[in-house]
Nanobody, 125 residues
């Protein structure tokens, strides 16, 4: 599968953005998908994830309650609706996918073997 995160941009604090993850290839047999973010010099931070068969969602503490993750179509299987954005949300946002149940904690970047190119989100104060 090939993934590509889209929808980033420059937004003022308090604003909203909707990120999407476009995909090609096998988009029908995911076990889970997730969003991570990264800033220079820091490790990738878990943002949100979703189990594909149950649609159970789970979130990192930094966005919990304000950035729901959701499923989409086969060609754009994943979204992240970011609300009440803060300057500290500024980062490159990446989407990731996993097919099998084995592979570790889904809030860890190591659990996802497939990654797309990220999209920059910049929140001004």
């Amino acid at each position: 599968v090939q993934l590509q995160a889209c929808g980033g941009g420059l937004v003022q604090a308090g604003g909203s953005l909707r990120l999407s993850c476009a995909a090609s290839g096998n988009t029908f047999n995911f076990y889970a998908m997730g969003w991570f973010r990264q800033t220079p010099g820091k490790e990738r931070e878990f943002v949100a994830g979703i189990h594909w068969t149950t649609s159970t969602t789970f979130y990192g503490d930094s966005v919990k309650g304000r950035s729901p993750i959701s499923r989409g179509s086969a060609s754009t299987p994943l979204y992240l609706s970011m609300n009440s954005l803060k300057p500290e949300d500024t980062a490159v946002y990446l989407c990731a996918a996993r097919y099998g149940a084995r592979g570790g904690d889904l809030s860890s970047s190591e659990a996802y073997p497939y990654w797309g190119q990220g999209t920059q989100v910049t929140v001004s104060s």
